[in-house]
Structure formats: C-alpha cells, structure tokens
C-alpha cells in the first residue's frame, strides 16, 4: 500500500521552494523502498482527509489568508490529523495551522487551531540562516543539528498544548529562542530550505510514522556536504 | 536646457568621485558617481531629465535586454543616453543621464522597488512593465506588495503613458487604474506568483490565452498589441501584431528565447507611442545580438562559453529552453551572494529535471544545493569549485566542445563577464 501524501495548495503555499519538502520525501521514500502517491492540491478541489501525510509550506499574506479559508472550509486537515495523519507545516503554513495569524493588514485571523499557538509580529522581519537544535519533544531519532532559512516577519507564541520542535542557536525561529512547534505527529517549523532536503531525518520520520516502523538513515554523500557546508557557515561567522 | 548650478556642480563632484574609485580599481564609477552627485544635490535626477527620458523598463526579468532593444530602436531618430550596466537604482539613473550625451533622449532600465521614486522625479513619456515573480526574497519585497507599490505611483503620475503587459495579472493589477495605457499581451510563461488574484485573493482561471477571476470579476484587459510564439522541432515562429492588424516578424532576432521576442514586442509597442518607424525599428532591434554580456560568446579560462545570466525561476525556467538539447553538457553556476539573494531556496523552483540526459558542472559557492537538487532531479552532475581553471577535472565531452552554454546567477555571472572583458564596460 502506498503511502499518500497531499501536497496542500502548493499554488498557494509554495513561494519559497517548499515544493522541494515533496520531492524529498518522495526522494527518500523511493530510496526506503516505500510507494507513495503524491496529491497535489489546488484551492478548489477536495483536500483528501485520507493522507498519511500532509506538507503545508510558506506563502504571501494575500495567498495564507486564502488557504486559510480554504482549508477552514473544508475541514479535511483535522479529520486527517484526528485519523493519525502527520503535518509538516513552513512558515506561513505553521502560522495558519495555530489558532491566530494576521493577515495583510495586520489584523488577527483565526487559524486551524491544529497547534497551540498564535502569531503576532517580529519587531523585525527574521532572515537568514537558521540553525536549531532538537528539544527533549522532537520525535526519536531526532537529534542531529537542524538546518534552514528563514524569513518571516512572525511571532509565534506557544501555548501549553504546543511543545518546541527545538531550541535556536543561530536566527530567531519563534522569537522567543525557541523553533517551531509540535503536538502529536503535526510539525510546524520556520525552516526553509526546503527543511526536508536539509533536514532529511524529519522526512524519514514522517514517512516512518505512515509505514509503522522506524526507517534506517540513508546517508547521501551530496546531503551530508551541503549540511555540512551550512553549519561552517554560519558558525564561522 | 538649463540644468541648475547645484546640479551642475554635484555632476563634476561625482566624475570626480568616479574617477577615483576607477583608478582605486573598484569599477567603473556609475554608483559612487551618482551618490556623491545625489548627495550634493538631491534633485538632481530632476534636474537632469527635464522632459528627456523618453521610457523606463521595469519588470523582474528582461529590464536589461528590453532597455537595450528600446534603445537601439530609438536610435533612428537621434542619439539615446542608455547604459545597460545593471545600474538600475536612484544613481544609476542619475549617473546615466549626466555622463550620456547632452540632451539626447534616455531610456533606463529601472528596478521595481525603486520605479516610483524615479517616475515621479524623471515623468517618462512612456513607462514600460512586463512582468513580475518571486526574486531574491531575502532582500527585495514579495511581489504582491511590489504590484501595490506600482498601483500607487500610477495614480500620483497620471500623465505618464503605461505600456504594460496584459497577459501578467500581477502586472495588470499594478496597471489597471491608468488613464493612459496600452497593453499587450506579451505572454506569461511563469505563473507560480499570480496564481491568486493580487487583490481578492481568489484562485485565477487560466485557459491559452486569457485569466479571469471568479471572485472580483477581474479579467485580461484587451490588448492592443499581441505577441505570437510558438516553437516545434527547431522552427520557431514568433510574431507582433501592431493594433491595426500590422504583423512584426521577430524570428530575425539577434537574441534568443522565447521571452527576448516578447520584450522586442513590448519594445515596438513603446516605439509606436514614441513615433518611430517601425519597420526601422524592427531591423535595428534585430542587430542586438549580446546585452551587457548576456548571450555574448567569452573566454572563461580554458574554456569558451556562452554566457546566460538567470536570476530567479522564472528566469531560469525560460533560460532552459534556449539550450542546445541533450546530451550537450551545460556549466550551471549558483552563487548566493548578496546581489543574488542570500537564499537560493528557489532552485526548487527550477525546472532542472529538463536537464535530464546530460551532464551539468555544477558550480559557484552554493554548488552543493544545486548537487542536492539535480540529484533529486535524476541529473548527472559533477561539482566543481573553479570549472576555468586549466586543470579543471572536466569530463572529456566538455572539453570536447567548441562553446559550452554556462548559466549563471548575477554574480557569477558578471566575474566571468569582467574577467572576459578585461574591465570593458560592454559587450
């Protein structure tokens, strides 16, 4: 059986080369010997409740209050996530899955409330490298340095049913030394990148958690040199 | 013409400025020139236009080459001050119309995020927008909020005559509410960034030829000119066709691609508002063959290569094309330093998987991201610090070419470009 990914409103959501979280995942899950089957999906159509997993990624104000609606209307993201579904939520796709975001003109919009969390403003729009280290509530086998860019202009504070993905040392992520959030298997996380080409071991949790076992890491020669060159980056600095 | 003391004085200063950081050795003095002239007199692009710009380009992607065709088209009636050296801000455009020919008509290349402020001080006859996509988002504004930018310097200047890309919703939204417009329906190969209608937010219907929107009842405004474009096995065809029904043939064109013959139709509308004879203004567009480097054939160290220069994805999308087929390899050079944008993200953008069957030397300081991305694209790639250096670990089938293709972003692009030259300014 195929493990079945939705691509949520990549037209959307997809301004950073997010488009790559997909590819990574269909990348390693073809290395892993899983099947998958990819779904992207346009505002318009039927967001599938039935995925394994779900990738939200960043976008433009106008374009996440549009998904927003979109996926508010449908309500297929909840049911998904209540049947034991992951999401792996970027930037502007973490903002829409907390229960406030502000829109284009900063005024607060209600969110999917799949995460405990709300985002107001940075005083300063957050760019650049992004380096953060796994917290004591990122899935097992998570441990390994996270690398990323972020750029984002938002605040997201976490309430008590969020935990940190993980704990800043280069960038500001949340803005508060934390980065990202998670509750259950729903990811969200400021890293860009994509986060799943830098990041390869979160893909491999996501798709680990669609089979029912814990995958072995593959170590690919041309990942482990653009990671590598990444923290030598920022912390020669 | 009379241009006023002050300014008159802060030109000399910045020749002077200039000067020094030419011998300094620190390039060609366009930048320090026009901000030390800007500092000693702050109206001075004011001052210099007075009535002679004739037409500022803006867009993402083809400022430089449509400046250059505009430019070169104009020529048949005089004399066109118009550098096309990537100066495209405030001093640029100063330092382009002091150092140009007295008096003579300009047309300037102009970034998006700095076209309001040199509308309002220049008042162009004729300001030309071709299209707008995502590019270094690190640094420059997201494109919607660009598209509000435009929207307002078009209701402040309403006597500057629009020419504008009708086939571009993000454009046309920028556009909509001018009282002088043409539009032309240039084509929009990239269509990631106005998916969404830039004011209600509203997914667009797209067929060949048209978009509309459902939600706001928005639509393609009617063009006036049409660019037609298509390309089978080698033959392209590529035509503009003028309001009154007159056919343009553009496949004599000294530039390339698809998207050079939409900017030679954008071109022609712009030299059709400006009273030039357009049959004259077609065959001297068709003489530019290499834009500041872009498309010209140059010595890279051992190697020959065909410099293409692509930015962003759209860019990078059409740049593909262009290509001799596989199994031709191609030198693909990815730097992300700051004139690039710190974040090279967007190579997930790029359609590499049409680099399938051929081998790409991957290179610049952000080659392992590009390995990453042409790994997952099922492209063969050999990364490669210094691809020029003479003893380079090239495979056979490179060294075997007379000319390889080599893509590059901005600044990769402009080192092979100055080393080539030798410190000329253009090619």
């Known amino acids: 059986m195929s493990v079945k990914i939705a691509s949520i409103y990549p037209t959307l959501l997809g301004t950073y080369g997010d488009g790559g979280n997909v590819a990574a995942l269909t990348h390693l899950a073809t290395l892993h010997g899983i099947a998958v089957e990819v779904t992207e999906v346009s505002p318009g159509h039927t967001v599938p409740h039935d995925a394994d997993i779900y990738v939200l990624g960043g976008g433009e104000d106008t374009a996440q209050s549009a998904a927003a609606a979109a996926l508010h209307a449908s309500g297929a993201l909840a049911e998904g996530v209540k049947n034991g579904a992951s999401v792996l939520a970027i930037c502007a796709g973490y903002q829409i899955l907390g229960h406030t975001f502000l829109d284009a003109e900063g005024k607060p919009s209600a969110g999917l409330a799949l995460l405990d969390v709300t985002t107001d403003r940075l005083d300063t729009r957050a760019v650049g490298e992004l380096l953060a280290q796994p917290s004591e509530f990122a899935p097992a086998g998570l441990t390994e340095v996270f690398t990323g860019y972020e750029n984002h202009g938002g605040h997201t504070h976490l309430g008590p049913d969020a935990k940190p993905l993980a704990t800043v040392t280069h960038g500001v992520g949340n803005g508060d030394g934390t980065e990202g959030a998670i509750s259950g298997r729903v990811i969200g996380t400021y890293l860009h990148g994509p986060c799943l080409v830098r990041n390869p071991r979160i893909a491999e949790r996501l798709l680990g958690w669609a089979v029912g076992r814990d995958l072995d890491h593959i170590v690919e020669a041309e990942v482990e040199a653009l990671r590598q060159e990444r923290l030598d980056f920022v912390t020669k600095k | 013409m009379n241009t006023p003391l002050r300014t008159r004085l802060a030109i000399s200063a910045g020749k002077l400025a200039a000067a020094t950081s030419r011998l300094a050795g620190r390039g060609e003095g366009m930048i320090i020139g026009g901000k030390v002239a800007l500092a000693v007199s702050p109206h001075a692009l004011r001052d210099l236009a007075q009535g002679r710009v004739a037409a500022l380009v803006s867009a993402t992607n083809g400022k430089t080459s449509t400046t250059r065709l505009l430019a070169t088209a104009l020529s048949q009636s005089g004399p066109v001050a ?291 991305r042409l790994l997952h694209a099922g492209v063969d790639a050999h990364v490669i610090e210094d691809p020029f250096a003479p003893n380079a670990d090239l495979p056979d089938s490179v060294r075997a070419l007379e000319v390889i293709d080599c893509a590059a972003t901005y600044t990769a692009f402009q080192k092979i470009r100055v080393a080539a030259l030798d410190g000329e300014v253009d090619a």
């Open chain 2, 82 to 372: 118009s550098p096309t050296t990537g100066a495209n801000m405030t001093e640029g455009a100063v330092w382009a119309l002091a150092t140009g020919e007295p008096g003579a008509q300009a047309v300037l290349e102009v970034d998006e995020a700095y076209l309001p402020r040199i509308v309002r001080e220049t008042q162009p006859k004729v300001v030309l927008l071709a299209n707008l996509s995502r590019d270094q988002l690190d640094r420059m504004s997201e494109v919607a909020m660009l598209a509000r930018k435009w929207r307002a310097m078009i209701a402040e200047n309403p006597d500057v005559l629009i020419i504008a890309n009708a086939d571009d919703p993000i454009v046309a939204y920028a556009a909509e509410k001018a009282t002088k417009i043409v539009w032309v329906a240039a084509g929009q190969a990239w269509t990631a960034d106005s998916s969404v209608c830039p004011d209600c937010g509203t997914l667009l219907s797209r067929d060949e030829k048209t978009w509309s929107c459902s939600g706001c009842g928005r639509s393609r405004p009617e063009p006036s000119w049409t660019f037609e474009w298509s390309a089978q096995q080698g033959n392209t065809y590529a035509r503009a066709v003028a309001p009154d029904g007159q056919s343009f043939d553009l496949s004599h064109l000294g530039l390339p691609g698809r998207f050079n013959a939409s900017n030679a139709t954008m071109a022609l509308a712009a030299c059709s508002e400006l009273g030039q004879d357009l049959p004259t203004a077609l065959e001297l567009m068709n003489t530019v063959s290499a834009v500041s480097g872009r498309f010209a054939t140059v010595q890279a160290g051992a190697l020959t290569v065909r410099l293409l220069l692509a930015k962003n994805p759209a860019g990078w999308s059409e740049l593909l094309d262009i290509m001799p087929p596989a199994p031709t390899p191609v030198i693909v050079m990815i730097n992300a330093n700051h004139a690039d944008g710190r974040d090279p993200s967007w190579l997930w953008d790029v359609p590499f998987e049409r680099l399938a069957g051929r081998t790409v030397i991957a290179s610049g300081n952000r080659r392992r991201d590009l390995a990453v």
